[in-house]
Nanobody
């Protein structure tokens, strides 16, 4: 069994920052997994926000480039998403995903609400 648990969501005002964390536990060799952050806003399709390969290469969705940063700590089986300059359209449930060779695990997500 593999579990991914996200934390760090909440209500913030536009322009503020949040850091999300996702910790993996169970039968997972964390360092070999590509780790991704997705989000889904109400009434919209899920979109890829940020990705980090096992080798450390990163990529970002166009709407978050320059504002969000993904990082990982393999010693802690954790991946993080630093979100700066948050905007109301960043409001969504953020979920982390671990992928390796057809193995695909998801967390339940954490809600981020950006509102004044």
């Amino acid at each position: 069994q593999v579990q991914l648990v996200e934390s760090g969501g909440g209500l913030v005002q536009p322009g503020e920052s949040l850091q999300l964390a996702c910790v993996a536990s169970g039968s997972i060799t964390f360092p070999i997994y590509d780790m991704n952050w997705y989000r889904q806003a109400p009434g919209k399709q899920r979109e890829l926000v940020a990705a980090m390969t096992a080798r450390g290469s990163t990529s970002y969705g166009d709407s978050v480039k320059g504002r969000f940063t993904i990082s990982r700590d393999n010693a802690k089986n954790a991946v993080y998403l630093q979100m700066n300059m948050l905007r109301p359209d960043d409001t969504a449930v953020y979920s982390c995903n671990a992928y390796y060779g057809g193995l695909d695990f998801w967390g339940k997500g954490t809600l981020v609400t950006v509102s004044s």
